[in-house]
């Protein structure tokens, strides 16, 4: 007997309990006597009452895909490991993760359904969708299940996936649905004809009243706004049922409610032939209100998809190639490409395993962090970090712009509260519903002992004309054309919050080395016992194995030699590294990290060398700053607090003195203290700007307001940031962050021009004065306005603000 968390039982009229779809003569009865139209409608229901999921039902009613007549779909290519491997995002010996597009989403009962995928099958261990792209992040375990298992169960519940491999080929989906292009399309026929049979209404032709022919084209205007109002309006219709059922108010509901009592009274009066009705005022409503969302969405896809498909990361790749290693940017990459990715950096594709043993760390991916070995010939994935020496990989995909940006917006690297700005659009759609309700049935109650028609009109033209989407759409189409533009200058932001972060700031947290110094016009000078060629190839050696902009200006400051691989290589932020090559243990960093005390004083001035037990000297990096330094702390000092937070020693405080007061000069600062300083400028109130490397200070940027990583030809991307500076665009970050304060002045410009929309619209609205077909005009008209005069005045102001 099959258990049911449901009291529903058949009714007289038979239709299917999973669908909603009418069984037939002949319908399929459970156990526990629910009505099927078929048996796979009976199948996915049993599969959900056996595991307690028939809330399904009761989120959605007849949420169900129907399943009558649907072929058997087989998978069984996706038992194919090359086909897996072109598919999934992750895998390793225990788990899998795969995106997958399910277009059968469609309500919150298919949301709450696949997020509770592990109880349908319990090697799921995470299922999380995305649902204005349709998508399902799935996380599942190898030995409990498999990627064609899943895609079977989705498809038996009525989800199934559309698999293209194209897609993992990083190609871009189109910005508008097919199914919204027939929406419109019928909405736009049904507002033509219907126009073109009201003509005798219009030009008052007695004739063709006389011989009945106005009643036949009125019927046939009725025939003709059916499919709009339910088909091509249901998308309004939907939306306000699931917020009911939810319970709460969004904006569709009064559209909704404008289009019901529009298509309730002209059927009303042509069937009684009280009147012509106003149908030609509601296909004109649903037809443009179709338009104004096609031009946000489109608008809205034309924004994002510059972002993650044209303005690529500002970080490099280094490619090997004939004999040489190249930094390029990650956009250059091509499948087949060798590439080296050093310890700390990110992998920046998926790839095979070339050269060197692997221990890849898969926190920014799957969330835990014990290093992951992988063996030669092996797949590496893209988003992992290499955590010990040198490898060498052979891509077998290129970079996918928008998958490291959604491992970088993930939850687990969030941890800003949301700003003023954000806040107010978020709890404008709330109350704008419930005020218009109250308008719109105030302006009933005063028409309705006058006139019953303009009763009807004027109500319909509030609840139409108004429209808080003005508000909600300043902030994704400002802020989202402010990232593109600012992408394009080299300066990647992970999302609109951290433009609203960048308003707020009022201290400047510098890094050193790395940061604020440049590899290129520093000098290397070696202090100590002559080295052999042979120690000069084994300093090579371990040097190239390091990102840190320190091993980079030593390593191309030894002439051209052999490069030996490494063994044991470890790497301490900041500190220094050490691995055997040849025979050989080497260590390079400071004093402490040598464990010679005696050498402190040294250790100022530069880094030690010992191999083999024995100090042979030290190097010195005489660094030269970045140009735009000066200016920048000049045009930072009378506003902003300014602090230099430095892991080095001591060696370069009197060159910054000329920048920085000597107290605000804080050396051999470690990743804790840089993490304790800044939480200690917030407690006192204060939001704080960090400028890193990104290799020993994840904590300090991921704690800071706004955390920004400079990157010079270099993989030193991190999750913990929020943005990624290009070194090219280093003294462009003033104008970055005017440019940023900017475009939050033109969303508040935003919300202040809707208020006057809204007002104004109203105030014709309420007098019976405007036709809800003009209302349906100006409703989509203003998200327009918003969008052309947000996206529009933050372009002149980029052209105004930034080089």
Known sequence: MVASADTRTIQEIQSCYHCGDDCGAHPIISEDEKAFCCDGCRMVYEILAENDLCKFYEIEEKPGMSLKARREERYAYLDDPEIIDRLVDYQDEKKTRVSLFLPQIHCASCIWLLENLYRLDEAVMESKVNFLKKEIYLTFNNEGTSLRRLVEVLASIGYAPEIRLSDADGKARKAVDKTFYYRLGIAGFAFGNIMLLSFPEYLGLEQAAAQGWERVFSLLSIVLALPVVFYSGSVYLQSAWQGLRQGHFNIDLPISIGILALFIRSVYEILFMSGAGYLDSLAGLVFFLLIGRWFQQKTYYQLSFERDYKSYFPIAATLYKNGTYDSVALDKLAVGDRVLVRSSEIIPADGILHSGP?????????????????QLGERVYAGGRQTGEAIELSLVKTPSQSYLTRLWNDEAFQNKDKTAVSRLADNAGKFFTWAILLIATGTFIYWYPKDLGIAINAATAVLIIACPCAVALSIPFTLGNALRILAKRGFYLKNTSVIEQMREVDTVVFDKTGTITQASGSSVKYVGSPLSGNEKDLLRSIAHQSNHPYSRAVFENLESGAVYPVKDFKEEAGAGMLG???????????????GEA????????????????????????????REGFGEMVTDWQNDKDL????GDGERDRNLLQDYLPNEKLLFRQSPADKLKFIRGKQESKNHVL??????????????????????ENTNNFTPACDAILDAKNFGQLPGY??????????????????????????????????APVVAAILMPLSSITVVVFGVGLSSLYARKLLK
């Not at 835990?368 to 992988?374: A, C, I, K, Q």
């Not at 090559?581 to 040598?594: L, P, S, Y």
């Not at 010992?610 to 010195?620: F, S, V």
């Open 358 to 374: 692997a221990r890849i760390d898969y926190s920014f991916v799957t969330g835990e962090d014990d290093p992951v070995r992988v």
């Open 580 to 594: 055997e090559v040849k025979g050989h243990f080497i260590r390079f960093g400071k004093a402490e990290f040598i």
């Open 598 to 625: 005696s050498f402190a004083e040294a250790d100022k001035k530069g880094s030690l060398l010992e191999i083999d037990g024995k100090i042979l000297g030290r190097y010195e990096l005489r660094p030269g700053l």
């Open 643 to 646: 602090y230099l937070l430095s």
């Open 690 to 711: 960090m400028m890193g490397d990104g290799l020993n200070d994840a904590g300090a940027l991921k704690q800071a307001d706004v955390g920004i990583v400079v990157a």
């Open 737 to 770: 962050l005017r440019f940023a304060r900017k475009s939050i002045s033109v969303v508040h410009a935003s919300f202040v021009l809707a208020f006057l929309y809204n007002l104004v619209g109203l105030s014709f609205a309420v007098q019976g004065t405007l």
